[in-house]
T-cell receptor, first 114, second 109 residues
């Protein structure tokens, strides 16, 4: 099965704790993205990566960190500096073709604060 | 930034054709227009993409006028399962993608 796998599906964070959301793809895509979605809202870009070992901040990067050590993996860490982390987190990937950049999404991780 | 503007919500009945229009006044020459569908608690799913004129696939059609400052997603004969949020995106410079709030389509029986 080709696609994007996010884990876990549900995650709970305690105050002051860092948590890491996993995103793996076997589509051989160069580009990967992390979005945050709050209830009733659209998606907001947190970080994106065009190639391995490179990533760029999106619109709401504060309180988050990422790494891109392997082409197929783009984990997102929600740090204790993110004071309002409760949201639905979506990972996506794309070929990175500048002209026709179609993104494919995972099933999402729902993060809540205990 | 080539941000997009869409209606917040639309209502329709089963079997009707639904047209959702998106404005993107600042679209650049190289930008494509892409539409996604999202169901609650799921990731968005690609529907259709186009550059100009008309594109059709098995689920939808996309109409783009010559000036490319807007586009219209057409869903033929909608069913209850088409109730979802629809997002219009303009891919600008492989940089930041602006999903906005999308259009919430409610299909009634």
């Amino acid at each position: 099965d080709g696609g994007i796998t996010q884990s876990p599906k549900y995650l709970f964070r305690k105050e002051g704790q860092n948590v890491t959301l996993s995103c793996e793809q076997n589509l051989n895509h160069d580009a990967m993205y992390w979005y945050r979605q709050d209830p009733g809202q659209g998606l907001r870009l947190i970080y994106y990566s065009q190639i391995v070992n490179d990533f760029q901040k999106g619109d709401i990067a504060e309180g988050y960190s990422v790494s891109r050590e392997k082409k197929e993996s783009f984990p997102l860490t929600v740090t204790s500096a993110q004071k309002n982390p409760t949201a639905f987190y979506l990972c996506a990937s794309s070929t990175g073709n500048l002209a026709k950049n179609i993104q494919y999404f995972g099933a999402g991780t729902r993060l809540s604060v205990l | 930034l080539a941000k997009t503007t869409q209606p917040i919500s639309m209502d329709s009945y089963e079997g009707q054709e639904v047209n959702i229009t998106c404005s993107h006044n600042n679209i650049a020459t190289n930008d494509y227009i892409t539409w996604y569908q999202q169901f609650p608690s799921q990731g968005p799913r690609f529907i259709i993409q186009g550059y100009k004129t008309k594109v059709t696939n098995e689920v939808a059609s996309l109409f783009i006028p010559a000036d490319r400052k807007s586009s219209t997603l057409s869903l033929p004969r909608v069913s209850l399962s088409d109730t979802a949020v629809y997002y219009c995106l303009v891919d600008y410079n492989f940089n930041k993608f602006y999903f906005g709030s999308g259009t919430k389509l409610n299909v009634k029986p």
